[in-house]
């Protein structure tokens, strides 16, 4: 079973600049994760999808990051215009479903890290 | 507010010792209890996940415990390897929340040869 694709893995941009990242999860998962990494810290959720629609996006600087998910399958986050705090590791998970049962598990990708300069 | 708190930050060991990591939380109401490993440069891994009824769980060298009164969990890693070289994350899963979970920050534990 292929796990979650990210790309790119590297991404060096300068403040204000733009970037979008792209996620695609595991075959049939419904739901969909973005978290941010900051060094040394653990993820925060950023957004969740069921399918193509928004289940939190309550931790999301609507004012420079979107993220969409029209197809139910792949997804894009994109920032417009970057900060310097910006600069983490940008995580992508899916599992099976939402809400149905606690223990499904989340599958994370290998992340995109991103530095502004 | 949920919170998930691990201790050490960080820690050294030699090849071949056991260690154990520690996480508490106050997520309330509690669902479970995750912990994940991360290899540097990768995504999160699971290792174990913990309901209210479990008190713990192994898989392989790693045993996780849970005291759901205290709101305490540990993670024994025995005969420590070069490859368990990694960050240690406790996640904590709200009931009545779908799967929303809250992470640690993390334990980096380095194994020294």
């Known amino acids: 079973e292929a796990g979650v694709a990210q790309s790119p893995r590297y991404k060096i941009i300068e403040k204000r600049q733009s970037v979008a990242f792209w996620c695609n999860p595991i075959?049939?998962?419904?739901?969909l994760y973005w978290y941010q990494q900051i060094l040394g810290q653990g993820p925060k959720l950023l957004i969740q999808?069921?399918?193509?629609?928004?289940?939190?996006d309550s931790q999301l600087p609507k004012d420079r990051f979107s993220a969409e998910r029209l197809k139910g399958v792949d997804s894009t986050l994109k920032i417009q215009p970057a900060k310097l705090e910006d600069s983490a590791v940008y995580l992508c998970?899916?599992?099976?479903?939402?809400?149905?049962?606690?223990?499904?598990?989340?599958?994370f990708g290998p992340g995109t890290r991103l530095t502004v300069t | 507010k949920n919170q998930v708190e691990q201790s050490p930050q960080s820690l050294i060991i030699l090849e071949g010792k056991n260690c154990t990591l520690q996480?508490?939380?106050?997520?309330?109401?509690?669902?479970?209890l995750r912990w994940y490993k991360q290899d540097t440069g990768r995504g999160p891994v699971s290792l174990t996940i913990?309901?209210?009824?479990?008190n713990t769980k192994s898989n392989g060298r790693y045993t996780a415990t849970l005291d759901a009164d205290t709101k305490q969990s540990s993670l024994h890693i025995t005969a420590s390897q070069l490859s368990d070289s990694a960050s240690y994350i406790c996640?904590?899963?709200?009931?009545?929340?779908?799967?929303?979970?809250?992470f640690g920050g993390g334990t980096r534990l380095m194994v020294k040869p």
């Open positions: 998970a899916s599992s099976p479903s939402w809400g149905v049962s606690p223990l499904y598990e989340q599958y």
């Open positions: 075959s049939g998962h419904a739901t």
């Open positions: 999808f069921q399918n193509n629609g928004v289940v939190d």
């Open positions: 996480c508490n939380y106050t997520v309330s109401p509690f669902s479970n």
């Open positions: 913990m309901t209210f009824s479990e």
């Open positions: 996640v904590v899963s709200e009931a009545n929340a779908g799967n929303m979970l809250t």
